[in-house]
């Protein structure tokens, strides 16, 4: 798995950088390259240029994240939820961002917070990874956030299972069939 991440990671960094891929100005700039020896998490999904989907990230992680030029880090857990760090002062610390948008249970998988997810990722100058337990929580949201943006209810879908939407699909699908 880390050695496919470190791959695909360096294939869209030259894809874009040949003009083989056009870049969506809505999303943050691309990840050139992050050393497949630090990311670890089985769950880490690239659902486009620029965003790194994965569960909770340890110290490692996020010493290769920062490294690699991402500017903030997107934090999908609920307030409540033992992240085994501080999480807010280990990203800061490295030079990065930190955003919170808690999603504590189904009814926060919800477009007010795709629209919140959109305003942020809007004001971000540089790759972004987002993250909850597993990364199912962040690929819901992000899958919703494709349906404002325009996606039918199937692209979108398929944008969340790319970002690994795994156990909150049938409520992502019932939410794309609502708006």
Do not use: W
């Not at 869209?12 to 100005?25: F, Q, R, W, Y």
């Amino acid at each position: 798995m880390r050695r496919l991440l470190e791959n695909c990671l360096v294939i869209v960094g030259i894809a874009l950088a040949s003009g083989c891929v056009t870049e969506n100005p809505r999303l943050p700039a691309p990840v050139a390259h992050i050393d497949a020896g630090d990311v670890t998490d089985a769950n880490a999904s690239l659902p486009s240029a620029g965003l790194l989907t994965t569960g909770q990230p340890g110290a490692a992680m996020l010493d290769a994240v920062a490294a690699a030029g991402f500017a903030a880090v997107i934090d999908f857990r609920g307030t409540g939820e033992d992240r085994g760090i501080d999480e807010r002062q280990e990203v800061t610390a490295r030079g990065m961002k930190y955003f919170s948008i808690p999603v504590a249970g189904s009814s926060d998988v919800n477009f007010d917070n795709a629209e919140l997810l959109d305003r942020i990722l809007g004001g971000i100058d540089g790759p972004v990874l987002l993250h909850c337990k597993s990364g199912n929580r962040a690929a819901a949201i992000l899958a919703l956030r494709e349906k404002q943006n325009g996606a039918s209810a199937e692209a979108a879908l398929q944008y969340g299972l790319d970002a690994g939407l795994t156990g909150h699909r049938n409520l992502v699908e019932q939410r794309l069939s609502e708006n």
